[in-house]
């Protein structure tokens, strides 16, 4: 595994530099493929666990090792993290299956929540929440609703992703210290680093549709938000001008002489932010998906609500960033927490400096799949 992955987490606890208090760009995201991801569950619930007088739960076991079983929904959230933001999936699949299954008058089916991440994710601080939600449901939906369960098994109805795919699983290789103290990808980075970058996402988003491929039921679906563009220029400020922002503050730190040189030349950002048609492409060449729907949209680097009218909150937006990639500074600068806050100071600053007004946007990428 590449080093950068090994040390790639999101900052645990629920502290002001935590994952968990710092992660309103995830949630408005959530917020706004809610109607996606409730389309989608509504119809692998019903496809799957027909609850009406006409169609028993048991008649959807079909021959094969779990046949005599009593059937249950499988829901996977991929990339959960720590912060509260996975149990709020959760929550709208939880309140699909309660509803529907009170619109015929039946008891729910037993579900089982697959939550899933890197390990040095701090599960600890998500395990926490799970007794206070298990209550809610209770108190919310009264004793006949469940039993749900977290747990690992390999049978899924219904998968769900975000802000997990545009990470990939190394450093793409043969880039090396050529990137001209960029982080990423950028216009002043050599063709070749961003064919490497590029190669690099072809490869992990094929293995990724390969193995939900062999989890998910015929007919399951997989709902994912990622980092994207609209723009078919990858070295595009859409998705690249974040990261030039802390390569600006990096090399001021350089300047200072607080970090080193050869470090910052060597150090890569595991990440990519494919266009709508690189994904579309790479979908239909892997073939196990049909698209349903596949569609951009954007939010605030500080996770408001606000329109292009209003400032940016640099805090707000500096803490999004240093709550995502805290972990991977640390562990390849070899520095401490007073020269990360130093340095995500100065990432403030200049953000509150150089973005204008209504340029602030993370661009993101919605797709519903479908197991052919």
């Known amino acids: 595994m590449d080093r950068f992955i090994r040390n790639l987490r999101m900052n645990g606890g629920t502290g002001k530099t935590s994952y968990s208090f710092n992660s309103t760009v995830q949630e408005r995201a959530i917020y706004v493929t809610k109607p996606l991801i409730e389309e989608a569950a509504l119809d692998v619930f019903s496809k799957f666990y027909a609850c009406s007088a006409t169609l028993s739960p048991t008649e959807n076991i079909s021959d094969g090792p779990n046949k005599g079983l009593k059937p249950g929904i499988g829901i996977a959230d991929l990339g959960c993290s720590s912060g509260p933001n996975t149990l709020l999936v959760i929550s709208y699949l939880l309140n699909i299956i309660y509803n529907k299954c009170r619109e015929f008058d039946s008891a729910s089916p037993e579900i089982v929540m697959f939550l899933n991440d890197l390990p040095g994710i701090d599960f600890n601080t998500l395990f926490k929440h799970l007794e206070s939600f298990s209550d809610e449901l209770k108190r919310t939906k009264g004793d006949g609703f469940g039993p749900c369960f977290a747990a690992g098994m390999n049978t899924l109805h219904f998968v769900h992703s975000s802000y997990s795919l545009q990470w990939l699983s190394q450093v793409p290789q043969g880039i090396e210290s050529s990137n001209k103290g960029n982080i990423y990808i950028s216009k002043s980075s050599p063709p070749f680093i ?33 980092l994207g563009r609209r723009n078919a220029d990858p070295t595009s400020l859409e998705c ?4 030039e922002l802390l390569a600006l503050a990096l090399n001021d730190m350089v300047s200072e002489g607080i970090i080193e040189e050869e470090k910052l030349m060597s150090f890569n950002l595991p990440q990519y932010m494919p ?5 579309k492409n790479e979908i239909q060449c892997e073939g196990s998906f049909m698209i349903n729907q596949l569609e951009a949209f954007q939010v605030n680097w500080d996770g408001s609500h606000e329109d292009d009218s209003s400032e940016i909150d640099s805090y707000k937006a500096a803490s999004c960033i240093r709550a995502v990639s805290e972990s991977l500074l640390m562990n390849h600068f070899g520095i401490g927490e007073e020269i990360v806050d130093k340095l995500f100071h100065m990432y403030m600053t200049i953000v509150a ?9 993370f661009t993101n990428i919605v797709m519903s799949l479908t197991k052919v």
């Open 275 to 279: 266009s709508n048609e690189e994904v």
């Open 240 to 243: 690249c001008y974040f990261w």
């Open 194 to 226: 961003t064919e490497a970058y590029f190669k690099q996402f072809t490869s992990d988003f094929k293995r990724f549709l390969n193995c939900r491929s062999e989890e998910l039921v015929k007919g399951g679906k997989i709902v994912v938000t990622l």
């Open 353 to 361: 400096n150089n973005v204008p007004k209504g340029k602030a946007k």
